[in-house]
């Protein structure tokens, strides 16, 4: 029998078509980038939106994103964020850790004790941009994970439209509401300070 946990996303994997890419491989619309895909193709059993007592960040500068900011959670302080967590194998999970953090799954394979979370909530794993695991609770009978940057920067970088977009088109196609999406995403930092991007959530979602 396969071993399931959540999978917490809180930036461009929030739109399903986006996240299906780690899973399945290939690129991603217009992207450049080819992803590696799980060892397990397998779909997701089920995913669902979630909301999380932490807010979220842009910050560092993604080629990939025509080199604005991305999404980071921040769990040092509580605030507001709305995700959605895929129900995945743990096998699942780490491939697409892996690569989020540059790595093939079929020859960089990540092994973790999952078991370690019983007793201790993150988790250091590299230096990279996405290199802390973090446990996150549990639902329906499996473990929630996620990851984020080891600790949270000072420097913040907006996020490019097409980013932004991603994520927010991920909300809608959940059936979060426009306005719930707006009040959280102008709070965020690499946001709210924005005026470009401010414009831009009003004309999407209000």
């Known amino acids: 029998m396969k071993d399931y946990v959540w999978y917490l996303s809180y930036g461009s994997n929030i739109l399903e078509e986006r996240f299906l890419k780690y899973i399945s491989g290939g690129k991603f619309r217009n992207k450049d980038k080819i992803e590696f895909g799980a060892n397990d193709k397998s ?3 089920k995913s669902i939106i979630k909301l999380m007592d932490y807010n ?3 910050s560092k500068k993604s080629s990939a994103w025509q080199n604005g900011g991305v999404a980071f959670l921040d769990t ?13 194998t743990k096998e699942q999970f780490l491939d697409v850790l892996a690569q ?3 790595l093939d799954p079929k020859t960089d394979k990540i092994a973790i004790n999952f078991d370690y979370f019983k007793r201790n909530e993150t988790l250091r794993l590299s230096n990279n941009w996405y290199g802390k695991m973090i446990k996150l609770g549990s639902y329906e009978g499996s473990m929630i994970f996620s990851f984020t940057e080891n600790k949270k920067t000072n420097e913040y970088f907006s996020p490019s439209i ?3 977009e991603t994520i927010i088109d991920g909300l809608l196609e959940s059936d979060v509401s426009k306005l719930e999406i ?3 995403f102008i709070k ?6 924005n ?3 401010i414009d831009y959530l009003k004309r999407k979602l209000l």
Do not use: A, Q, R, W
């Open 76 to 88: 040092t302080k509580l605030g507001k964020s709305i995700c959605k967590m895929y129900l995945i």
């Open 182 to 184: 707006y009040n959280c």
């Open 162 to 164: 097409i980013y932004l």
């Open 188 to 193: 965020y930092e690499g946001v709210k300070d």
């Open 195 to 197: 005026t470009i991007l």
């Open 43 to 45: 779909l997701p059993l």
């Open 100 to 102: 989020e953090n540059g």
């Open 56 to 58: 979220i960040y842009f």
